[in-house]
């Protein structure tokens, strides 16, 4: 089952913009990660936040968690053409669980025009 | 270079052929993953395995066959009962133990089409 939705499904920007992007989830996580999906490959994992943080810096990455409202966001800044991919959030089982697997959404497309 | 090995890179499958896509980890990492992505879409859970000799089904399991007999190596079989294989195959592995999920490394895929 896929818990995490994107929002939106796509998104245009000129480079040096900001781009940001939203998932929401429907159960109790230990923790919420970002990847990152380049044309015909396969995904990198971009960050992971735990249930306990609010916020968390990479480079030029920013994310959100708010467990309240069961959503998280992406925000990439100062976006440059090679940030052009796919970007998806990924959602584990619940907190004491010893299953590992995870739980993708559809995903975000991004397009940073030059 | 540790990493994830998937091959190969594009596959054509005949009626009623089972095919077999390789995944070799050198990450020593305990659990590995295969997901299915149609065009435009996530990731689907096919199977996993977090031990060696242990596997569980994802959420399309049915069709697809897998085996775990050494830790670096997690083989995914497209049987002729999965009657819609066109898709695009990611393999991944991550540790386990930690009491929570942790970053999942991806190969690059493998493309299976239909003859």
């Known amino acids: 089952s896929q818990q995490g939705e994107e929002d939106p499904q796509a998104l245009s920007i000129q480079e040096g913009e900001n781009a940001t992007m939203n998932c929401s989830y429907k159960?109790?996580?230990?923790?919420l990660q970002w990847y990152r999906q380049n044309s015909g490959r396969g995904l990198v994992h971009l960050i992971l936040i735990r249930s306990n943080e609010r916020e968390k810096h990479s480079g030029r990455l920013r994310v959100t968690l708010d467990t309240s409202k069961k959503s998280s966001s992406l925000l990439i800044t100062a976006s440059r053409a090679a940030d052009t991919a796919s970007y998806f959030c990924?959602?584990?089982?619940?907190?004491?669980?010893?299953?590992?697997?995870?739980?993708f959404g559809a995903g975000t497309t991004v397009t940073v025009r030059a | 270079d540790g990493g994830i090995t998937q091959s190969p890179k594009y596959l054509f499958r005949k009626e009623g052929q089972n095919v077999t896509l390789s995944c070799e980890q050198n990450l020593n990492h305990d659990a590995m993953y295969w997901y299915r992505q149609d065009p435009g879409q996530g990731l689907r859970l096919i199977y996993y395995?977090?031990?060696?000799?242990?596997?569980q089904k994802g959420d399309i399991a049915e069709g697809y066959s897998v085996s775990r007999e050494k830790k670096e190596s997690f083989p995914l079989t497209v049987t002729s009962a999965q009657k819609n294989p066109t898709a695009f195959y990611l393999c991944?592995?991550?540790?386990?133990?930690?009491?929570?999920?942790?970053?999942?490394?991806f190969g690059d895929g493998t493309r299976l089409s239909i003859l």
């Open positions: 991944a592995s991550s540790t386990t133990g930690q009491g929570s999920n942790q970053p999942q490394h």
């Open positions: 159960t109790s996580i230990n923790n």
């Open positions: 990924a959602t584990g089982a619940r907190p004491g669980s010893n299953d590992y697997k995870l739980s």
């Open positions: 395995s977090q031990i060696v000799n242990d596997f």
